[in-house]
């Protein structure tokens, strides 16, 4: 059983995103890295460590708690990074997102233009039908001559 899943993006601007940073080792690293440091999995594994540190004093230092804040604050160094990785990368997501609605939004608003100048014109023909129907109307009425 996996610590953490990835789930495929059904959207399909989401999917093309998705594919080109499947395309880059780096970007399928931070990924891992970020998926996996999110993950409670990843808290279980630190508390793991933790006890096991506390325990077992390691080096036999007199006061062991220094190399573990010095491993401990270059962790958090790096998993900053990858949030900011994180973020950085759902706002692209994000605005992928908004490009692609912003292009259905254009489709839409030409359609609706097309869709307002052919009711314009169904309009304009319905008045010369029903003029030329009411002029046959009135010839047909006409006493003859």
Known sequence: MALWRR???????LARYAEQRAASLQDRAADAIT???GSMGFV?????WFVLW???????????????TMIVSLEAIFLGTFVMISQNRADVRRQVLADHQWEMIQAEERQNEQLLDLSKRLITLTTEIH????EVHQEVKRPPA
């Open 54 to 68: 506390l325990k077992f004093e390691p080096f036999n230092d007199a006061f062991p708690y220094g190399l573990l």
């Open 7 to 13: 789930v495929d993006p059904k959207h399909p601007s």
């Open 131 to 134: 003029a030329l129907t009411t």
């Open 44 to 48: 279980y594994l630190h508390v793991a």
């Open 35 to 37: 998926a996996f440091a």
